[in-house]
């Protein structure tokens, strides 16, 4: 199953990884 959760806010919590790519482009669960 695909899914896209459109979500807003600074992302704090994920500066790991969306240093390197858009917050929407981030994978999650695989």
Known sequence: ????IL???F???LAEET???PK???E???
């Open 1 to 4: 199953m695909k899914v896209v």
């Open 7 to 9: 979500a807003g806010g």
């Open 11 to 13: 992302g704090t919590r």
């Open 19 to 21: 240093e390197i790519r």
């Open 24 to 26: 929407p482009m981030v």
């Open 28 to 30: 999650i669960g695989g």
